[in-house]
């Protein structure tokens, strides 16, 4: 059982080869790579805080200044109103 697995494995490292010999099949597989990457990144950052904080999360993930603003702006409407 152990010399099929080799076999296979060998198989695998020769095919694997011969795909990203070509340039074209390189950029396919890092683009994919990227992208999976930064999908992982994402779901890594909303999952951070508590299930009631996602909205809280996304502002984060959008970049920090935007959480300021949206403050910012619930402090003038509160201004306004009062």
């Known amino acids: 059982m152990g010399s099929i697995s080799k076999v296979i494995g060998a198989a695998g490292a020769v095919a694997g080869t011969v795909y990203l010999s ?3 099949n390189r950029k396919k597989v890092k683009a994919q790579l990227n992208k999976a990457v930064k999908k992982l990144n ?19 993930n959008e970049g920090a200044m935007t959480s300021v603003h949206y403050y910012n702006e619930l402090q003038q409407k509160s201004k306004m109103n009062s």
């Open 22 to 24: 070509k340039t074209e």
């Open 42 to 60: 994402t779901s890594y950052v909303k999952n951070l805080g508590k299930p009631s904080d996602i909205d809280d999360s996304e502002m984060i």
